[in-house]
DNA sequence: CATCTATGTTGACACACATCGAACCAAGGC
DNA sequence: GCCTTGGTTCGATGTGTGTCAACATAGATG
């Protein structure tokens, strides 16, 4: 399975110019990663952890079954936004601090002048 | 002008706190409508526009058919990215700027120091 | 009114996805 | 070894979504 890899520079800012297919792609499979509320409480739960990461024991009362707490942190994963790391008996989980950067930077974009 | 208020007052930034279950609902709902590639296309064109504004002739080159385009806006209508308005034969779409301040105020937060 | 052009809507289809229970794996303690 | 706890993977199922062809609508123009 494909991961994404160079993350951090993925496209400019929306505002900038047309994306092309490339940088689309790119730009909505960030956005699809926080696109289901289970996946954004979980992102913001690891997020908001101290030390920015948690165990899934920490984080996984949202409300959907333990399985489907683990299909949501793979495919978070999957998206590169968090990092996944065993220590023992538990899985801790990090944010990935670039991401959230470049998605940030796509949509925090220095609106010209004359809007 | 409406000075900086909280038009939007969806969620507070993902690493504060875990998001409740409603302000997961709405950030989830926001980052859906930028979850498809043909959708980041459409907006960046419409946002990038000179004037902030586009025509949907200007912009439905985006590899899909024509009613799939018109899908698509209608998607980024409802989730409140983007305005329509008729003059005349053609239909213009101009972004929703409280919006965007919103998402990107969602993931560009104040990380803590000891990270 | 007739017609053409630009958009939007509807219906249908295939595919993807969220969810769950059950089975499975990995570490630690007995 | 066996058992318990934490976590992932598998299989199945219902729902959601992207897409297009066909049809509908709204203005402009003749």
């Known amino acids: 399975m494909l991961e994404l890899e160079a993350v951090v520079p993925c496209c400019p800012p929306l505002t900038e110019r047309t994306l092309t297919a490339e940088e689309a792609e790119r730009a909505a499979a960030m956005f699809k990663a926080l696109s289901d509320p289970v996946r954004v409480r979980l992102f913001s739960a690891v997020a908001s952890a101290p030390g920015g990461e948690a165990c ?3 984080i996984s009362d949202v409300g ?23 220590r023992g008996t538990w ?8 991401v959230l950067a470049a998605m940030g930077r796509l949509l925090m ?7």
Chains 1, 2 share one sequence.
């Open 109 to 115: 974009a220095p609106l010209p002048a004359d809007r």
């Open 91 to 98: 899985v801790y989980y990090r944010v990935e601090p670039s």
């Open 56 to 58: 899934v024991c920490d």
């Open 64 to 86: 959907v079954s333990q399985p489907t707490v683990s299909h949501h942190l793979k495919k978070l994963k999957e998206a590169g936004l968090l990092v996944s790391e065993r």
